[in-house]
């Protein structure tokens, strides 16, 4: 029943900027957002982690991304952004937002469908 959409790719040059949103589309379930996580893949490579933010408030990011990325959410909106920075060709890939969300019943795991992200140099 929950939809995770994903929006703000596109095509950039090297050493611009571009800016992810990711939020549930409407459900029939009440749920409240523990964790958010964004993920990118390209293809023939493994899915990995790029950022998480918890919601006790602290954030991880991978060594790559370091500095360049930003990860924030509104919980009033239930919403997940990532503010990319800085970008690279080798940032290239789909991006997914990722969402460990609570029910009355416990919790589960939702993806997005991905958004493209294309660097050129």
């Known amino acids: 029943q929950v939809q995770l959409v994903e929006s703000g790719g596109g095509l950039v040059q090297a050493g611009g900027s571009l800016r992810l949103s990711c939020a549930p589309s409407a459900t029939l379930f009440n749920f409240n957002v523990r964790d958010w996580a964004w993920y990118r893949q390209v293809p023939g490579n493994a899915r990995e982690l790029v950022a998480a933010a918890m919601s006790g408030g602290s954030t991880k990011y991978a060594d790559s991304v370091k500095g360049r990325f930003t990860i924030s959410r509104d919980n009033a909106k239930l919403t997940v952004y990532l503010q990319m920075n800085s970008l690279k060709p080798e940032d290239t890939a789909v991006y997914y937002c990722?969402?460990?969300?609570?029910?009355?019943?416990?919790?589960?795991?939702?993806w997005g469908q991905g958004t493209q992200v294309t660097v050129s140099s």
């Open positions: 990722s969402a460990k969300l609570e029910f009355e019943w416990g919790t589960s795991d939702y």
